[in-house]
């Protein structure tokens, strides 16, 4: 009997729980899993019918379904509420689960680590990954406050500031100068959909309901050619242009904003050709390319990264495997990278121009989602 591939998964986000779940189910996989953080990172994520196709297979579809609330209507209105577009998703006969849904960060990495402990997989927090030595037929990697260890393959799943990636690819995200503010607020009566609202100064708000009867709420802030401002001066700008906003329920989304857990960060955008890996050290989820939350596709294609990934492994030998991986994915997260930070940047050329931001192509959204439906 041969021994089992030792597996680092570097990173305990949606990237790297998805990562392990796939290899899991898998035998002849032994895998470890570390990360800094004590949480998860940000509030809540889109997650359309590729990533929900890719949790059927690695058997974790069902407590994330359980978490999340179908998220089946493009919706845009003015800042009074008027409706400027409108388009209902469409799930494809015979299809056993939602075209998209939406779930909190926290629930999905419950449900996405729920399933490890059975396989007897402990997730370990506050270690991280200092170095990565890629040798022959593995890596010998070193931890801070652990002793190095060698591995036959590291993922490199360690998210948008990932530690990894320069010893595999020399480019970093660009910036497309806009930040995202995300928080949690009281269910809105009468939402009973994702709907977004345009503001004057090409801002716009989303609301979205969550599984859990609460409303996740997200306003994009273009900032091209400004300087990075300090926490307190872009929630300063939240509270003044909140007031420019009418819609129904406008009045207590202003009420309820948790100004302490406000989730601040400004978008990211990355597509690097392949490779995506240096010998056995293979970079997966944000850590490789990372998009504007424009195509809500960046959870999605993470958790596609994982089934790919171990659907190789599980053909070939580790080598293989990876070249494989690549083939199957540079190309197809370039377009859905380039979609989303194409929508992003529009944006960013109304507020320049100073008028309000454009409603999203109806038509170029649906023909996306059907590119999303395609086999990775």
């Not at 889109?46 to 999340?68: H, K, N, Q, T």
Request: with cysteine.
């Amino acid at each position: 009997m041969s021994a089992p591939v030792r597996v680092l998964v570097a990173g305990a986000g949606i990237a790297g729980f998805a990562v392990a779940n796939a290899l899991a189910r898998r035998p002849g996989f032994e895998i470890d899993i570390v990360d800094p953080n004590p949480r998860p990172v940000g509030v809540a994520v889109g997650l359309s019918s590729c990533a929900l196709r890719s949790l059927a297979a690695i058997d974790v579809i069902e407590p994330v379904l359980a978490a999340s609330a179908p998220s089946m209507t493009l919706h845009m209105c003015s800042a009074d509420g008027t409706t400027l577009v409108r388009v209902d998703r469409q799930t494809p006969e015979g299809q056993p689960y939602p075209d998209n849904v939406i779930v909190d960060r926290e629930s999905l990495a419950r449900a996405l680590a729920a399933p490890l402990a059975a396989h007897g997989i402990e997730v370990v927090h506050g270690v991280a990954v200092t170095g990565v030595t890629v040798e022959d037929g593995g890596a010998t990697v070193s931890f801070d406050g652990r002793d190095p260890q060698r591995y036959d393959l590291v993922v490199g799943a360690d998210g948008i500031g990932s530690r990894l990636r320069g010893i595999v690819i020399d480019e970093r995200p660009r910036d497309p100068e806009q930040l995202g503010l995300r928080w949690v607020m009281n269910a809105l009566p009468g939402l009973d959909h994702g709907t977004m609202y345009i503001g004057p100064r090409a801002v716009k708000i989303g609301l979205w309901p969550l599984g859990d009867g609460s409303v996740y709420a997200f306003l994009t802030l273009p900032r091209p050619g400004l300087p990075r401002a300090d926490r307190q001066e872009v929630l300063d700008e939240l509270r003044e242009v909140l007031t420019e906003f009418s819609f129904p329920g406008a009045d207590q989304l202003r009420a309820e904003v948790p100004w302490d857990d406000v989730h601040i960060a400004p978008f990211q955008s990355l597509a690097p050709d392949a490779p995506w890996r240096r010998g056995r050290l293979v970079l997966v989820g944000d850590a490789v390319h990372a998009m504007p939350p424009h195509g809500s596709s960046g959870a999605a294609m993470a958790i596609e990264d994982a089934f790919v990934l171990a659907d190789e492994l599980g053909r070939a030998g580790v080598d293989e495997a990876l070249e494989a991986f690549g083939r199957r994915r540079v190309e197809r997260v370039r377009r859905v990278v380039e979609y989303s930070t194409r929508n992003c940047l529009a944006e960013n050329e109304d507020a320049v121009a100073g008028r309000p931001l454009r409603p999203m192509d109806a038509g170029e959204a649906v023909r996306f989602w059907e590119f999303l439906r395609t086999e990775p």
